[in-house]
Every structure is written in C-alpha cells, then in structure tokens.
C-alpha cells in the first residue's frame, strides 16, 4: 500500500493542474466568503442571517477545485492512457482506487484547512464591521466556540467528502467532461430541486437526500431545531453519498476492462 | 520552354465553402451516438424536471379555488377596495377635499397568537375618487388619489401608474382631487387650495359605456414582511393593513343618478359563516364622508407563473454544456482538429461553423423540450387547482423561444470556452460555474437579495431573465426578489447580457485559434 500512495503522490505531485486547483480551491473560497459577507447588511428588524453560513459561503464555490482535482486524478489517466500503466503497474484495482482517494483527501484536507480557516476569519471581521450581532448586544461567534469550530471543522470534512464523491463519479464514468458534468449537476440540480417543488414533505425529502443541501447542515449555527436535517446527520448522507460513489467506482473499476 | 500553370484549387471559395463547413460540422454531431442521445437526454430531463416539479404544486385552497378577476389589459388582478358609489351616465366630473388619511397596520407577531396592530398607513395605501365601468372585478377604471407614502398618483386600468405633487395629507393641508369624464378620455386634477389646479394625468379607457360608476374609495394592501428562509431563498407574507380617508366638499357634475351614495365592499373576503373578514366601511355626516377599505387595485402576483414549469431547464444547460464543450475538446483529443484545420484552412469560419451547428441543434432540443414543457406542465399544475397568472400569448412565446436561445447561446458559450482551453474539464467547470453557479447562487441559497441581483445582472446567468413573464410593477410593494422569480434586467436585456458573453468568448476563442498551433 505504501508504494501505491507513493506512486498515486508522485503522479498527483508532477501533474501541472495540480497546484493551480489548491490554489484555486483557497482563493475562490476566500473570496466567495469575502463577497458574501460584505452583501450582507443588517436591516433594523434585526440579522436574519447565519454568520457562520455567511462566512463560509465560498465553500459553495470552492468545492469546484476539489471536485476537479478529483475527478482530474482517475478520468486524467483515461484521457492519455496512462490508466493502463497504472493498473499493469499496480495490478491491486482496489488498493490503486484507495490511494487515489487517500492522495486527493489529504491534499483536500490540507487545502480546505486553509480556505475554510481563512475565510470564518476574514469572513466574521467584515461581518462585524458591518455591525452583525447575534441579537441586541450578543456578539456574533468566535472561531473559538463550539458551534462555531463544528461549523468550519465540518466544511473542512465537506470538502473532503465531495472530493471522494467525485472521485467515485470519476471512476465510474471515466471521461472527464462526463465526470465533471455529473458531479456538479449531482450537487447544484438536487441543491435546487427542493426549491421547484412546492409540496412541504417533498421538499423536506429532497432537502435531506441532497448531497450538498444536506452537507452544508454542518454550518448551521442558528435556528437549528428549524433545520430539515441535523448538522451531523447532514454530513452523514454526505458521507453516504460518497461511499456509494466510491463503492460504485470501485466494483465497475474491478469489472471492466481498462 | 514550356511554362507550367500554377495548380489552383478547384474548390470552390466563398458562401459555398461555408455551407461545406457547417455541412462538415453537422456530419460530425450527428454521427457521435453519444452526443445525440445526450442532446435527446437534456431535452427529456428538462421536460421531465419541469413536469415533476409541477405535480409537486398544488393549490393551497380547499377544493376550487375561487376565479382570481382579470383586467383590461388580460392580467390577473386584485380588485378588492371600499367603494360608495353613484351612477353616472355620459360626461361629468366629481371633485372631492381629502383632509386626512389614517390607518392600522398589523406587525409580526412578538407573540404567537397575540395581535400586534399599530396606528398608520402603508406606502401604497391609497384612496380618492374613481370612475369604474361597472361594479364587476376587474372592469376597467380611473382614479385619482392620495397614498401613504407616494403622494397624489393617477392610476387606470390596474397597471398604468402617473405620479404627482409627492407629499402626506393632513387637516392642515389637504387635498384637492377632480376627476373629469369626457366620452372614454379621464382626466386627473389636483390642487393644494380648490383654485388652481394642476394636470396629473389622463387615461383612454378603450370602449368604456355611457353609463359608469363614480365615487370615492379607499384600499390599502397588507404589509409585507419578507423573511430570509432558514435554508435559503426567502418568503413573503403579507399582514392586514387598512386604511381611512375623510372626504368633503363633494361636488358631482354631469347626469348623476339620484339618492344616496351606495356603499360596496368589492371583493370582500369572506368568512366561513358569511360575514365580512376585515370589511370596509363609510360615515357620512354633514357632507363629510369617512370611507375606510382593505385591500388593493393592482396587479396580481400570487399565483403560478408559466416559467415554473421550465424549472429542469438548469439540469438541461448543464448537460448541454458537457456537449458543446466535447464537441471541441473531443477534437483536440483525437487529434481529428488538424484535419479539421487542414480542410477548412480559414480557421475564425471553421469555428464559427462549429458554434452555428451546435448553436442550431441545441436551439431546436431546446425549442422542442420549452414547448413540451410549458404545455405540459399547465395542464399538470392545473389539474392539481393551482391558478396560472394568465399572460399573451406573445408573452408566452418570449418564454419558449427565448428558453431555447438562452440554451443555445449557452451552448455557444461553452464551445468557445472548450476551444480556449482545449481541455474537457476546466472547459466544463468554468461554463457551469459561470452560468448555472450564479442562477443557483442567485435564487436558492443564502445570498441577500442585493448580492443576487448583481450576480444576475453582471455573469451570463442573466440570461435567465427572458423567462420572467410577469414584470415588476413599481406601483406594487411585492417580493421582487431573484428567488421569487424577478429579474433585476429586463428579459431581452438578460439575454443580450448571455449572448454578449457568447459573442466575446467565441471572439477570444477564433483569435487564439488562428495564433495557436493545433
């Protein structure tokens, strides 16, 4: 196993793509959280929104990057051939998969440390300069309270688990146009779906099954008990979804020919 | 010595080499199953989606849903004021005081159950003197009036809206309004002292009879709250507001029918055992009239709108996308470009051959499944009772052609983007993050409505707005939120935003195409 993780390190580490997707996975997190935070203003009703969520609105956006890199990690190798080396290389398919998977989590882990850290940061400064308190005369979180710290410790999972998700994705579709357009229709379309249907039991449904709706749960920090999912729970049928992928990805990997 | 003729081509130049191409281009689609079966695929899904979301609406009134009035200018409408009345046949005017308007207003509840009613009126509280066709909902008419909060308007047939002198009334100064009736032309007068008198405006009131209804009324509509939903988007609610005007110095001229004033609550909610739920009311005493009403002359925007059922068009754009960018990526794959390039040498026509075919299939996938969708999807969301805002049907063909360009220039978009990046996935990634991201951003997340507005007028999802068939009406405080369905640019605008998009990208892409090695 430990000359597979080096070989799949080495294969993401010398890739040109790669730098550039962590790069961007910071980046457009920051800023997506930036942006948010600076729209938002309170009106004299009060602050409707959830700082935490707020804050860590460009994890919406930056989970892209990590969709990418781990998509790029197995459809990449369809597109040059080079999956046939791999697997003539490391004959283990399952053992090549779970490398795979290894590499990109921790590459998404390191990444999405600093993207989300960065951005409840950057993120809460902005919201109290625009005068965002919990109500009169409660402050907004700290990085340091719990709800606060499961909210970014939770996003730092999210975009982990995406990652896998695609991965998984990736594996079984093997094209990388396919791949990509999969994944993001599975997280954007049934992030959607809740909204275009009008019956409160479906749209609780759909709520919960959706990988990125329900996900997302683990930066709810205020009117829990209104939530459709707990944050946990959420971040389970995240994890669910992406064991499925991957379990998916794995078995059709083993069956076919390369 | 004998001289050789250079060789030349036998090949025709010109428009016929164009048409070769775009023929080469067609050839190309057309026999990549895959491709096909995905284009056959987003149509259905967009159908599919748009129909499932429809069953998934039903109306939310026991049984049938009462028939929702229907204006002048074919809009749905509320029509729903105090109204004391007299006939009036042939021309006339009527002139009025108005010395105060006051009202109450219900707020959210602090405490649930507990009503929270303070005194005061709404911007668009409104009352003053009016002509009506009939007393039937939704028949034409003219009123002049004073507002809460927008001063003396002008206002005809629900949806057309003149502005006067801004400006409150009290006792201290009051209002003056006339009301002139001559054949179908309504003129609007008003002044501060009954002398001098201003033009606020006038109305033609298309086939209005001799015989009409004049009067004063008051209307207030509720008060809005719009609430931030826990998991994104937002929700209205509207609360019970009223409002109350004092009128005197009536004057009526013209054949006025005799006999008291006769007071009407049109369009009266009613209560399960009969009586009135916040019914109106008028004082008269000693030529000073009290007239108090509930309610709203305007247009309607409860209610299903038509490109509800278009919903799956997103899950269609995004498969689209993945098309149009492997129908350039897939080339520089295989390697096939450079023999693309070496058969159509003129390499900005090549690619611009290349966008008219995907552009035209996509275009026709796109018309086909709008089509299907809309037809479809009324007949579902009316069998489940829900009430569609009726439009034209010109209106409702800018939904469906437009749906189609927005798909297709779309599709533009992302080959252009997949001939400048030549490479599948960050092609893929950067069309989707640029026009399905924002809309999603823009309408079902947590993002305040500000944010949204911009993201709708500034990146390609603009495009969306050709699908708004019910427009914004400054004269109506409404939800105009992105995620209540309102577009921040006009619908031609939005699209013009997309196809600018498309335009540019594919400009960028056919120059580096001609600098760029294959």
Known sequence: ??????????????????????????????????????????????CDYDPAKISLFGVQVGQTMAAILAVLAVSGEYGTGMIRTTLAAMPRR???????????????????????????????????????????????????????????????????????????????????????????????????????????????????ISPMNAGLAIQATTKLSGLPISPWAGLGVLTVWAAAALLGGGLLLQRRDA | MSATAPYRSGARAGRGGFARLLRAEWTKFRTVRGWVLAMVAAALVTVLLGLLS?????????????????????????????????????DGSITVRVTSMTGQIRLPDLNPGTRRVVAGV????????????????GSAYAAVMVTGRHGVRMQHNFIHDTAGRPGGVSKQSPRWLRLTRSGEELTGYESADGANWTEVGTAHLAGLPAAVQVGLFAASPGGLTVTQGDFGGSS?????????????????????????????????????????????????????????????????????????????????????????????????????????????????????????????????????????????????????????????TLTELRVIVGTAVLLAAAAVLALAVGALFRRSVAAVITAIVVTVVPYILATASVLPADAARWLLRLTPAAG???QQSIPEYAHVLGDYAPSAGYYPLAPWAGLAVLCGYAALVLGLAVFQLRRRDA
């Open chain 1, 1 to 46: 196993m430990r000359r597979h993780l080096h070989a799949e390190w080495t294969k993401l580490r010398t890739v040109a793509g790669t730098g550039w997707l962590l790069l961007g996975l910071v980046t457009l997190t920051v800023a997506g959280s930036v942006v948010a935070a600076a729209a938002v203003s309170c009106t004299s009703a009060g």
């Open chain 1, 94 to 208: 399952a053992a090549v998969l779970a490398a795979k998977a290894a590499v990109v989590t921790g590459l998404t882990l390191g990444a999405g440390t600093v993207a989300v850290f960065a951005s409840a940061l950057v993120g809460r400064r902005i919201l109290l300069g625009n005068g965002f308190t919990r109500g009169p005369g409660t402050p907004i979180l700290s990085l340091a309270e719990g709800p606060m710290l499961r909210a970014a410790f939770g996003s730092v999972l999210y975009l982990a688990l995406i990652a896998l998700l695609s991965l998984g994705i990736a594996a079984a579709v093997r094209d990388s146009a396919t791949a990509i357009g999969v994944v993001l229709g599975l997280l954007y379309i049934l992030s959607i779906l809740p909204f275009m249907i009008a019956d409160p039991g479906w749209q609780k449904l759909l709520w919960q």
């Open chain 2, 54 to 90: 429809s069953s998934g609406s039903h109306s939310s009134c026991d049984g049938v849903c009462p028939a929702v009035p229907v204006g002048p200018d074919g809009e749905a409408v509320e029509d729903k004021f105090y109204f004391a009345h007299r006939p009036l046949a042939g």
């Open chain 2, 122 to 137: 709404v911007p668009w509280a409104k009352a003053g003197i009016m002509v009506k066709e009939s007393m039937k909902q």
């Open chain 2, 236 to 392: 209205a609610a509207s609360r019970f507001a009223e409002a109350t005007a004092v009128f005197d110095k009536v004057s009526l001229r013209g054949s006025v029918g005799g006999g008291a004033w006769r007071p009407d609550d049109v369009g009266v909610t009613l209560n399960p055992d009969g009586s009135a739920h916040h019914p109106g009311g008028f004082k008269e005493s000693g030529g000073t009239y009290s007239v108090t009403g509930v309610g709203d002359i305007a247009p309607l925007s409860d209610g299903q709108q038509i490109e509800n059922t278009l919903t799956g068009v997103l899950t269609g754009l995004i498969v689209v996308i993945v098309v149009a960018v492997m129908f350039i990526t897939a080339e520089y794959r295989s390697g096939l470009i450079r023999t693309t390039l070496l058969a159509g040498p003129r390499r900005g026509r090549t690619l611009v051959a290349k966008a008219l075919a995907i552009g035209t299939v996509t275009f026709i996938a796109g018309l086909a499944a709008a089509t299907a969708a809309v037809t479809f999807g009324k007949q579902v969301l009316r069998a489940n009772g829900n009430h569609i805002l009726p439009v034209t």
């Open chain 2, 464 to 466: 969306f707005a050709i």
